[in-house]
């Protein structure tokens, strides 16, 4: 059974950094696309950041590049979001989700990720 369970959400101030966990069982990572989402209350889910499924390619919404990076430890079957120079406006409930349709470069809608982690809380606040 592919499961995603996430770790590390935290309250941090702004300015701080937070290392978000994302650990995979049931599959392998090497055959699927692995993105980062949040949803803030009261705003809609938006694609943070992905990596893609065998070259490791990765991608940013503009809200967090030069900030956030995100990486893979294939071995460990986990995927990390490295969140620094955090701000308020980070505060959401952050999720990881895969998908093994998209083989090309990962894409930050929603839509082709079939399996979903429960979700980690980041508050950003002095």
């Known amino acids: 059974q592919l499961q995603l369970v996430e770790s590390g959400g935290d309250l941090v101030q702004p300015g701080g950094s937070l290392r978000l966990s994302c650990a995979a069982s049931?599959?392998?990572?090497?055959?699927?696309?692995i993105g980062w989402f949040r949803q803030a209350p009261g705003k809609e889910r938006e694609g943070v950041s992905c990596?893609?499924?065998?070259?490791?390619?990765?991608t940013y919404a503009d809200s967090v590049k030069g900030r956030f990076t995100i990486s893979k430890d294939n071995a460990k079957n986990m995927v990390y979001l490295q969140m620094n120079s955090l701000k308020p406006e980070d505060t959401a409930v952050y999720f990881c989700?895969?998908?093994?349709?998209?083989?090309?470069?990962?894409?930050?809608?929603?839509?082709?990720?079939?399996?979903w982690g429960q979700g980690t809380h980041v508050t950003v606040s002095s």
């Open positions: 049931g599959f392998t990572l090497g055959s699927y696309a």
């Open positions: 990596i893609k499924r065998s070259s490791g390619s990765t």
């Open positions: 989700a895969a998908t093994a349709r998209v083989i090309g470069l990962c894409v930050l809608s929603s839509s082709p990720y079939d399996y």
